[in-house]
């Protein structure tokens, strides 16, 4: 059961930085095309 969690938590983690980056390359994108 706690290796389970910990799975759990590592994929939420990497799901997290994931979405995070992602959203932070396509508001740079449009920051830098605004300029």
Do not use: E
Not at 15 to 29: E, K
């Amino acid at each position: 059961m706690g290796v389970l969690k910990v799975i759990v938590y590592a994929v939420a983690a990497i799901g997290a930085i994931v979405l995070i980056a992602a959203a932070a390359s396509y508001l740079g994108y449009w920051v830098w095309w605004a300029l």
